[in-house]
T-cell receptor
Framework: AQSVTQPDIHITVSEGASLELRCNYS??????LFWYVQSPGQGLQLLLK??????LVQGIKGFEAEFKRSQSSFNLRKPSVHWSDAAEYYC????????????FGKGTKLSVKP | SQTIHQWPATLVQPVGSPLSLECTVE??????LYWYRQAAGRGLQLLFY??????ISSEVPQNLSASRPQDRQFILSSKKLLLSDSGFYLC??????????FGEGSWLTVV
């Protein structure tokens, strides 16, 4: 069955520290992988996506993610976290096709200490 | 550029009352449209998707229904709301490619 696991429900980091949010997926075919961010009470904003090619992808707001097929992972990273990065982060996997539905993880809440 | 509008942003409704959430997409044609629900601690759940006018696929059995009366309009409805229908509802769209874009969401509280 297709699934996405975000093992960390809540992470707290200090401002300026590095960040890594974990994402593992289970998908039968070549996956399309996404990271979205959601600020409180807001919709989801696309941070970055991976379809093919270079396994290290750059996104908005200084985020990057690395696709590792052997580990079925797509972890999100940022070298230096800003207070405005505090939000909920969702990893998602999809297979394209006419429906193009996404399967989401349950999210990781990021808190940033001053 | 494409934009997606969703309303109302916030709604408080009594149990047993009807529901209508509306979503429109601008700047594109024949998009795939989606309704997701986000309940506390449960992530995002796909409720309905549509690949064209009048074509609705339901992902989970529930008290809700969806309709697509026009190409860029997607409506989420209920005849009688339940307490368990409370949550954050997100409309989304996709046109070609593989990326889904989300609206700002609608908060529904059933009391």
């Amino acid at each position: 069955a297709q699934s996405v696991t975000q093992p960390d429900i809540h992470i707290t980091v200090s401002e300026g520290a590095s960040l890594e949010l974990r994402c593992n997926y289970s998908y039968g075919a070549t996956p399309y992988l996404f990271w979205y961010v959601q600020s409180p009470g807001q919709g989801l904003q696309l941070l970055l996506k991976y379809f093919s090619g270079d396994t290290l992808v750059q996104g908005i707001k200084g985020f990057e993610a690395e696709f590792k097929r052997s580990q079925s992972s797509f972890n999100l990273r940022k070298p230096s976290v800003h207070w405005s990065d505090a939000a909920e982060y969702y990893c998602a996997v999809g297979g394209g096709g006419s429906q193009g539905n996404l399967i989401f993880g349950k999210g990781t809440k990021l808190s940033v200490k001053p | 550029s494409q934009t997606i509008h969703q309303w109302p942003a916030t709604l408080v409704q009594p149990v047993g009352s009807p529901l209508s959430l509306e979503c429109t997409v601008e700047g594109t044609s024949n998009p795939n449209l989606y309704w997701y629900r986000q309940a506390a601690g449960r992530g995002l759940q796909l409720l309905f998707y549509s690949v064209g006018i009048g074509q609705i696929s339901s992902e989970v059995p529930q008290n809700l229904s969806a309709s697509r009366p026009q190409d860029r309009q997607f409506i989420l409805s209920s005849k009688k709301l339940l307490l368990s229908d409370s949550g954050f509802y997100l409309c989304a769209w996709k046109r070609g490619g593989n990326t889904i874009y989300f609206g700002e969401g609608s908060w529904l509280t059933v009391v």
